[in-house]
Nanobody, 121 residues
């Protein structure tokens, strides 16, 4: 079983920055893609960014140019650097690990507990 532990969430003003971390532990064999999703109150879970084992990345249009995902395979850790934050970025952010890189949350098998990000003026 793989356990994913997110950290780094908090309260920031619009235009500010945060860096989220996701550390994987347990059995990590067979998981080649890692991603970040987010879910705001009353909304469906939304794809944010993903990274493959070779370092290739994919971003949602809403965060492209502002967020950067990276992966340290040696440390089994994925990061999400968030810059120029907007109130619409407010959500619970979830780390995910899977065998297929997909925008659909249903495809992913392993999830972290989530970390709250609040952007407010």
């Amino acid at each position: 079983q793989v356990q994913l532990d997110e950290s780094g969430g908090g309260l920031v003003q619009p235009g500010g920055s945060l860096r989220l971390s996701c550390a994987a532990s347990g059995s990590t064999s067979g998981y080649f893609a890692m991603a970040w999703f987010r879910q705001a109150p009353g909304k469906e879970r939304e794809f944010v960014a993903a990274v493959w084992r070779d370092g290739s990345t994919t971003y949602a249009d809403s965060v492209k140019g502002r967020f950067t995902i990276s992966r340290d395979n040696a440390k089994n850790t994925v990061y999400l650097q968030m810059n120029s934050l907007k109130p619409d970025d407010t959500a619970v952010y979830y780390c995910a690990a899977g065998r297929v890189l997909s925008l659909r949350p249903e495809v992913w098998d392993n999830w972290g507990q989530g970390t709250q990000v609040t952007v407010s003026s």
